[in-house]
């Protein structure tokens, strides 16, 4: 379950689970989870992470995670965390909001940095992330390429 988690960020899981685990259990509880992921800048109201800690457990009612089942639930959110990422710096690209970036924006933005990229990069750039050659790069498109 911890293999996506470099070794730094292993140990720092275990830190935390083992810091917020108050009643040395092996688990981490509804209160628990609020107080670590609260630490970590991550939140979750009460149904929300009932719902998450059910899901990953497996089971309706499970009273908490063990500290792989604590490692998923972060997987779980950091994964998510990354997407809304991604789609922020899509939106900076895409700014009249049509949810494509044009060629004309697509330039703004790179040429716009310091002469970043030459006309004929530019044009190869566009060329290579937009697939389905319509002119336009698609959100899909735009993940591909970074």
């Known amino acids: ?3 996506w988690l470099t ?17 040395g259990n092996g688990f981490l509880d509804l209160d628990e989870l609020i107080a670590v ?3 970590t800048h991550r939140t979750y109201t009460r149904p929300e992470l009932q719902l998450a800690i059910d899901t990953i457990a497996g089971e309706p009612g499970t009273p908490g995670l063990t500290f792989e089942q604590f490692a998923a639930l972060l997987q779980i959110k950091m994964a998510a965390d990354s997407q809304n990422r991604l ?3 899509f939106q900076l690209f895409d ?3 049509s949810g494509d970036i044009s060629y004309d924006e697509l330039k703004a933005c790179l040429q716009g ?3 970043l990229l030459t006309t004929s990069e530019l044009d190869e750039m566009m060329k290579r992330c937009d697939v389905d050659g319509d002119g336009r790069i698609s959100y899909e498109e735009f993940i591909a390429m970074v």
């Not at 140990?11 to 810091?19: D, N, P, S, T, V």
Request: proline letters at 3%.
């Open 1 to 3: 379950v911890t293999d």
């Open 7 to 23: 070794p730094e960020t292993a140990a720092e899981c275990r830190e935390a689970f083992r810091k917020f685990d108050k009643d």
């Open 87 to 89: 789609r922020a710096r």
């Open 113 to 115: 940095i310091d002469g």
């Open 37 to 39: 992921l609260t630490a």
């Open 95 to 97: 700014a009249d909001n």
